[in-house]
């Protein structure tokens, strides 16, 4: 379904029953920076028996048409869950998708139960320190591929460094997976600039305020910065536990990540009704 928010059409996927079984909470997936609501592969599907969902793609990705203009992310979220049908949900983001659920949490609270992070970013977290040699040189190569605007190049690199992971060999991840990347990534390099972004306060300093449960997950293949800035964040949340996935990098719900689909249902199943 398309959703129209100002002068957006944000493109959605509903998912699910109709409404979520007894007691099983309604779940808004929120894609990261290198993908679209294309990326959450088999957690969809284990996810749609009992609960009631909606994957959509933000502006500057996947299927989403806007005009630019500025644009608050929060009212993007809360017109794609109003269509969608759900009130109350656990938010279940990856990486700038994490960062926006856990800007939900504080400033909407009402609308937020609970809260999936996954590789996560989160507005105003420290700066990365020095980066290790290979990190370096992965960077100052993207750089170079944009100054000349090679993007089919930065795609390469941008698959090399979030699908397979930097200390990774190249291609770990092949197949769907990665084709899917390319297209999804390949698909937002080339996108239009959607306008200025609301601004919004510094998530790192709130989230002693952030009341509810929290999933901190992790790839253990991931950017060392990732891994740290989520132990650290699992321990500054109330009512957080912190699960390290091994196997996969940034992306594991796209890598089909047993452990984390194990994790997320099962962190889910905390919500049921007695």
């Known amino acids: 379904m398309n959703v129209r928010s100002g002068r957006a059409e944000?493109?959605?996927?509903?998912f699910g029953p109709d409404v979520s079984g007894a007691g099983a909470p309604g779940v808004l997936l929120l894609h990261a920076g290198v993908a679209d609501r294309r990326g959450w592969g088999p957690l969809v599907g284990a996810l749609a028996p009992r609960h009631r969902g909606v994957a959509y793609d933000r502006r500057g990705f996947g299927d989403t048409t806007y005009e630019p203009e500025p644009h608050s992310p929060i009212d993007d979220a809360l017109a794609v869950m109003d269509a969608a049908g759900l009130g109350r949900v656990v938010a279940v983001g990856n990486s700038q998708g994490g960062r926006l659920a856990l800007d939900l949490a504080l400033i909407v609270p009402d609308r937020i139960i609970g809260l999936v992070l996954i590789g996560t970013a989160v507005r105003?977290?420290?700066i990365p320190?020095?980066?290790?040699?290979?990190l370096a040189e992965i960077d100052r190569?993207?750089?170079?591929a944009e100054a000349v605007?090679?993007?089919?190049e930065v795609n390469r690199l941008e698959a090399r460094l979030?699908?397979?992971?930097?200390?990774?060999?190249?291609?770990?991840?092949r197949g769907a997976a990665r084709e899917l990347f390319l297209d999804m990534n390949g698909r937002a390099l080339t996108a239009a600039d959607p306008g200025r972004e609301a601004s919004l306060p510094p998530a790192w300093d709130l989230v002693g305020k952030v009341d509810?449960?929290?999933l901190v997950a992790v790839g253990e293949l991931d950017l060392p910065h990732v891994v740290e800035r989520s132990t650290l964040l699992a321990a500054r949340l109330p009512r957080a536990r912190l699960v390290v996935l091994p196997d996969v990098a940034h992306l594991p719900a796209l890598e089909g990540s047993a452990a984390l689909i194990a994790a997320v249902l099962d962190f889910l199943a905390a919500f049921d009704a007695p």
């Open 162 to 173: 979030w699908l397979d992971g930097p200390e990774a060999a190249e291609g770990r991840v």
């Open 124 to 126: 105003g977290a420290p």
């Open 212 to 214: 509810v449960p929290v």
């Open 10 to 14: 944000l493109h959605a996927d509903v």
């Open 129 to 134: 320190g020095e980066l290790s040699p290979l």
């Open 141 to 144: 190569a993207i750089d170079d």
């Open 149 to 152: 605007g090679d993007l089919d």
